[in-house]
């Protein structure tokens, strides 16, 4: 998805309603961008099966320049690299973001527990807690506080670097205390991020979208506009439009 959205600006595969609203035209471009991302130059052959614990060990052992979840690892990363060694920046074009929404069902028996709940998940500790374990925090606080600001107390340094407990936290950080990619780096790519596809079949979207760009770099090669009419028809099938 990062791929289309960078490759046709203001591309929404489903409208308000969860219709689907793409054309041949659209997605063959969001193709031909997937594939130029996914060459050979760019991509390890493995990674089109690997998981993230096979990702980071290609990262680590130095069989892949680039690492695309490197969030979730940054103090795990800063434990094998120096800062000289290592650094992070945005993707290229797009960011496409999912998340988890928090609500309450109508017929909750304990609305008042779930609503406390909520206010202690989105509160500013909370979401600190969530920028220093490699997540996206939703309050612009998490990013731009200063050395007074709140801080996150359930996420500790880590594990000690060394057996004398030297180099604890061997992490970048800014004069707030806050990871150093978080303000300059991740809090502008949020900024410029669009969302996935909003629809309530996003379980049928995501099967229909990777099932059918799977043959992508299969060794039946079929072009990008077979593709995207493949992929077309596919998703017309899945979604009402």
């Not at 997937?34 to 050979?40: A, S, W």
């Not at 180099?167 to 800014?174: E, H, L, S, T």
């Not at 780096?185 to 596809?197: E, M, S």
């Amino acid at each position: 998805m990062e791929a289309f959205a960078s490759a046709v600006p203001g591309l929404e595969l489903v409208d308000g309603k969860g219709r689907y609203t793409g054309d041949v035209d659209e997605l063959t471009e969001g193709i031909r961008e997937l594939r130029r991302r996914t060459e050979t130059a760019y991509t390890l052959q493995d990674a089109h099966s690997s998981d993230e614990n096979a990702s980071l060990s290609d990262f680590v052992e130095g069989r892949t320049a680039f690492l695309r979840h490197w969030p979730s690892e940054y103090r795990t990363l800063y434990r094998t690299f120096s800062e000289g060694q290592l650094g992070v920046a945005p993707l290229p074009g797009r960011a496409v973001l999912g998340g988890q929404n928090l609500a309450v069902t109508g017929v909750s028996q304990r609305k008042g527990k779930a609503a406390e709940l909520i206010r202690f998940l989105t509160g500013k500790e909370s979401e600190r807690c969530l920028l220093e374990a490699g997540f996206a925090a939703t309050r612009t606080s998490a990013y731009e506080g200063d050395a007074d600001g709140e801080r996150c107390t359930a996420v500790g340094p880590g594990p000690s670097a060394s057996p004398t407990g030297e180099g604890a936290d061997p992490v970048p950080r800014d004069g707030g205390g806050r990871p150093a990619y978080a303000r300059d780096i991740l809090l502008p790519a949020l900024g410029k991020a669009v969302h996935r596809p909003r629809t309530p079949l996003y379980g049928a979207f995501t099967q229909t979208f990777t099932t059918r760009l799977g043959s992508l770099h299969s060794d039946d090669v079929q072009s990008d506009e077979v593709l995207a009419e493949q992929l077309d028809k596919a998703l017309r099938k899945a979604l009402p439009h």
